[in-house]
């Protein structure tokens, strides 16, 4: 009876609160990490031919949102298929510069966070995910022939503010562009501090390309789980944010 009350308690709560979608459509022409392959959708099974409709599926582990595991980039760390179920199911807390028109190349600095912090009164916590809108997303995801752009050009932090968030203790952070903390300008890739050095080494998941951050309140509950790949470097997701109203 106790546990029932409790699962009831939970969905009344969940039922209070606003939903917001933190993936983008998967469909033809998304953008894509420039060396990894486009995502294929194909009518394989149609009502006239078959009796019932299947697409076929062919795409990247790190196609549309997705989440990096430690294995990305570091031989011998966890695979996604051995992260925990509920790892990325936590409060989260979201800084958003969407307001500053970032550019290409443009680095978010561990000031710049702990302003933002100051002026807002949040603060991401230990065992919580940060969610940094660059306004990316919104401004430059679409899927016809400029595509690329999105995944080819794109705003970044310092090291100071990826060593930061590391020394939070979060389970997890994630941004709407490709590559998280990493810069990109013209298809030239900076530094990697958090793929490289600090996140993942570290356990931290990575996050990319979230949609509708925009939407969000500064503190929601963020439930996501990643697709139990066998030996998998990520899994594409459908994150969804869920905030008071």
Known sequence: ???????????????????????????????????????????????DHDGYYCQGLVMAEHTGCHVDAPAHNHSGLATIDRIAVDWLMAPATLYD????????????????IENYERERGVCVRRDEIALVNYGWSKR?????????????????????????????????????????????????????????????????LIIEMLANLEQLAARSFFVSAPLPIHEGSGSPMRPVAFCGV
């Open 1 to 47: 009876m106790a546990d029932g009350d409790a699962v009831g308690r939970l969905a009344s709560l969940f039922a209070r609160m606003k939903p917001i979608d933190l993936a983008p459509r998967l469909e033809r022409g998304i953008p894509r990490w420039p060396t990894h392959p486009h995502l294929i959708i194909d009518k394989t099974v149609t009502h």
């Open 97 to 112: 510069f969407s307001e500053l028109n970032l550019a290409p190349g443009d680095m978010i600095t561990s000031d710049m």
């Open 140 to 204: 430059y995801w679409r899927c016809d022939y400029q595509a690329q752009w999105y995944a080819r050009n794109a705003p970044g932090m310092s090291e100071e503010t990826v060593i930061l968030f590391k020394e939070r203790g979060i389970r997890a952070i994630g941004t709407d562009t490709v590559a998280c903390e990493i810069a990109l300008v013209d298809g030239v890739v900076g530094d990697a501090p958090g793929h490289m050095r600090h996140w993942l080494p570290n356990g931290i």
